[in-house]
């Protein structure tokens, strides 16, 4: 049975900083490429940053760019988002996304998994002003 995970999310002032983290059991880790989606209510999720199987290579959106960090560590099934210099405008519900397929790049956009249970069920990031 496959279980993703979350935790790290709180309530931060403006400039702080969080870590987040995602564990993922019931599958082979190494090989999946993963990844970290944000969601507001009322908007569509978006992906914040990917990482391939392999850590060789990380895709983040422009405007987490230079403040967020997306690591994995295959030995303990787990998956990071350092955030930094956090902003009210990162305030959001986060997921971690694992891919229900094999040796996934982050080279092109992906939307996350279409397999419910590769997903976590969210951490609650607020960044206040």
């Known amino acids: 049975q496959v279980q993703v995970v979350e935790s790290g999310g709180a309530l931060v002032l403006a400039g702080g900083s969080l870590r987040l983290s995602c564990t993922a059991s019931?599958?082979?880790?190494?090989?999946?490429?993963l990844g970290w989606f944000r969601q507001v209510p009322g908007k569509e999720r978006e992906g914040v940053s990917c990482i391939s199987w392999n850590g060789g290579g990380t895709w983040s959106r422009d405007s987490v760019q230079g403040r967020f960090t997306i690591s994995r560590d295959n030995a303990k099934n787990q998956l990071y988002l350092q955030m930094n210099s956090l902003k009210p405008e990162d305030t959001a519900m986060y997921y971690c996304?694992?891919?229900?397929?094999?040796?996934?790049?982050?080279?092109?956009?992906?939307?996350?998994?279409?397999?419910?249970?590769?997903w976590g069920q969210g951490t609650q990031v607020t960044v206040s002003s």
């Open positions: 019931g599958l082979t880790f190494s090989s999946r490429r």
């Open positions: 996304a694992v891919d229900s397929g094999f040796y996934g790049s982050c080279a092109g956009s992906w939307r996350g998994p279409k397999i419910p249970d590769y």
